[in-house]
């Protein structure tokens, strides 16, 4: 159902901490130029724990305005089960094409609970759903045991695998063939999970570096292995900035640099500041001081 470059877009704010949507669907614009295959709103890197829901509904009709037909989807990650079954029914209503779902961010649930909870939420929806499975990140880990009870259900279409170990993609593929469309979550393992049989690639660094995500893409399915190869080492220690306790601030530091944006965030989050700013804008500076050439694709 769904495949290629979906980035899991920033949320922009105006100064006085409203919704920036003039801001949002020109970024959003901009990866859909790039050549993006879709969206999705509201996720860690969206913030979407900090939104309200009605919040994230207009995030939601912004990305579906600048997607022009692509796939949008908005991310559920409510702490409890019962607010997250009443987002995923309020996005349905609101024309999202689907949802990613993380477990609780607040009860690492096991995985009786796990499976019964994103059941719930994908039955109320009714919708399909990409399991987001970051262990790294929320503490539940979506096993291949807790995919085969959910595989059940046929609303399950993706997973986006952030468990961090490139093993667990080929695991997802010797257990089900290509029942699930299989995404990586993690930027600074892209090349490797699509190597490995990944067909999509939920992207971070694609906000501030959209040509060059999907030019590495692309060139992947091509087999143009070596080129795709040559962007991504470039891109590496840019991608690493996904991979933190501040990926939000670094990558809209990024976008900040790289596409003229802004890097406000909500509280309590806060932009950086002193020697983990001046890190991350030399990582960035200097990435763009050496950006390489896209091939024709």
């Known amino acids: 159902m769904w495949a290629g470059v979906y980035p899991a877009v920033t949320t922009k704010f105006t100064e006085d901490d409203r919704l920036d949507h003039a801001e949002m669907e020109r970024c959003f614009g901009l990866q859909m130029d790039a050549g993006c295959d879709g969206l999705i709103v509201a996720g860690s890197l969206g913030e979407g724990p900090m939104l309200s829901t009605a ?91 807790v995919m085969q009870e959910l595989a059940e259900d046929e609303r399950f279409v993706a997973v986006k695998e952030s468990s961090d170990d490139i093993r667990r993609s080929t695991e997802i593929i010797n257990a089900f063939g290509d029942r699930f469309d299989l995404f990586t979550g993690v930027d600074n393992l892209v090349f490797e999970a699509l190597a490995v049989g990944a067909v999509g690639w939920v992207a971070g660094i694609v906000v501030a570096f959209p040509r060059e995500s999907v030019a590495i893409y692309q060139l992947m399915k091509q087999g143009r292995r070596d080129e795709a190869l040559t962007i991504y080492r470039w891109l590496r220690p840019l991608a690493d900035l996904d991979v933190s306790t501040y990926l939000v601030q670094n990558l809209k530091l990024a976008e900040a640099l790289a596409i003229d944006s802004n890097d ?23 990435a763009i001081a050496v950006r390489p050439d896209i091939p024709a694709l």
Not at 134 to 143: G, H, K
Not at 264 to 286: F, N, S, T
């Open 55 to 145: 919040e994230k509904l207009e995030v939601l009709a912004t990305a579906r305005t600048a997607a022009a037909g692509k796939p949008v989807l908005l991310t559920v990650n409510e702490p409890g089960t019962r607010e997250a079954c009443a987002t995923a029914r309020a996005a349905a209503k609101a024309g999202a094409d689907g949802l990613m779902v993380v477990p609780s961010p607040i009860y690492h649930t096991d995985p009786r609970e796990t499976a019964d909870a994103l059941k719930a939420v994908a039955a109320a929806g009714d919708l399909p759903v990409m399991i987001y499975s970051n262990r790294v990140a929320y503490r539940v880990d979506v096993t291949v045991p």
């Open 264 to 286: 406000r965030v909500r509280m309590p989050r806060q932009p950086l500041a002193g020697a983990r700013r001046a890190e991350v804008e030399k990582i960035v500076r200097d």
